[in-house]
Each structure stands twice: as structure tokens, then as C-alpha cells.
């Protein structure tokens, strides 16, 4: 599912996501837990203000964000159709 990720950029200059966009949800990163690196892509596994568990990827050439990875604060894994989109 394609997101729209506000980041900050840190005196480094590597952009570190703050907040989530996706339909009419906003969901603002309460914490980052874990970042990697691929070869065309970063993906970052961080915790949204509603407690829930994400991991967003961002295509470094396509500069482009989606989200592969949902999980409710009660342990619920959801799909894209939780989020109004199919």
C-alpha cells in the first residue's frame, strides 16, 4: 500500500520518518525501532501514536514510501482493506 511519510532530517542528512499518511489517517512515529538498509531500498520498523506496529519501506529511486508490515497495539496483524483502500 503507498503512504505519504513526513521525515526529518537530522544534521547527517539522513531522514528519519515522523509521521504516516495513508487514506484520511494520520499517524504521527512515536518511536523507531529498528532501520536497515537495502540495496534499493530503507525500511524502518516503528511504533505510530495508536501503539500499532509498522514497518514502512522507501524506494530510494522511485522516492517513493509503502507500507508492508501492520500490526494492531492489540496484536492484530491487518491488510491494506482495514485502511479503506483494496
Known amino acids: 500500500m ?3 511519510v513526513d521525515c526529518y532530517a ?6 528519519t520518518p515522523r509521521r504516516i499518511r ?9 518511536k523507531v525501532l529498528d532501520r536497515w538498509l537495502a540495496p534499493d531500498h530503507r525500511y524502518f520498523k516503528v511504533i505510530g501514536d495508536d ?3 509498522y514497518i514502512i519501506r ?6 517513493e514510501w509503502e507500507l508492508v508490515f501492520y500490526r494492531a497495539a492489540g496484536g492484530f496483524t491487518g491488510n491494506d482493506s482495514e485502511f479503506g483502500e483494496s
Request: proline share 0%; no cysteine; hydrophobic share 25%.
Open 2 to 4: 503507498r503512504i505519504q
Open 10 to 15: 537530522g544534521y547527517r542528512g539522513e531522514e
Open 22 to 30: 495513508m487514506a484520511t489517517y494520520k499517524i504521527d512515529v512515536k
Open 51 to 53: 501503539d500499532a506496529t
Open 58 to 63: 522507501h524506494d530510494t529511486e522511485k522516492l
